[in-house]
């Protein structure tokens, strides 16, 4: 499925995959943070304040892919689809808005949407 991010609603990167591809992902930011010596929660942080001060790159970067697994990683918060966003990536497309600036608290808002009967039905 796809998934879009924004930041401060300007598009940052499109992104399809998988469930494997998004495992694949995991294992790399987990293994990044641990020869880093870091958590992989910090490595995201550490991208989320490099996007927000340097912007939009031209093609798909390992920044994003950091970025992608920390969005994925969180938990949806919806009663009806417990669990990470990860979890829902083979049938759900999600569209998140990173707004804020560096220093100042962000807030990610989430749009979901899959097919169903041959129509695209709202998460939120």
């Known amino acids: 499925m796809t998934v879009s991010v924004t930041i401060n609603g300007i598009g940052l990167f499109e992104w399809t995959g998988t469930a494997a591809e998004v495992g694949n992902i995991d294992g790399w930011v987990r293994a990044l943070a641990r020869d880093k010596g870091v958590t992989p929660e910090l490595v995201a942080q550490r991208a989320m304040v490099d996007v927000l001060t340097d912007g939009r790159l031209r093609t798909f970067t390992r920044r994003d892919a950091v970025l992608l697994w920390m ?18 990536i083979e049938v759900w497309d999600f569209d998140f808005d990173i707004s804020g600036d560096v220093g100042a608290p962000l807030k990610v808002t989430v749009g979901g949407r899959m ?7 709202r998460l939120n």
């Open 71 to 88: 969005l994925l990683s969180q938990a949806t918060g919806h009663p009806d689809h417990p669990g990470a966003y990860r979890d829902y």
């Open 115 to 121: 097919q169903c009967d041959g129509r695209w039905k």
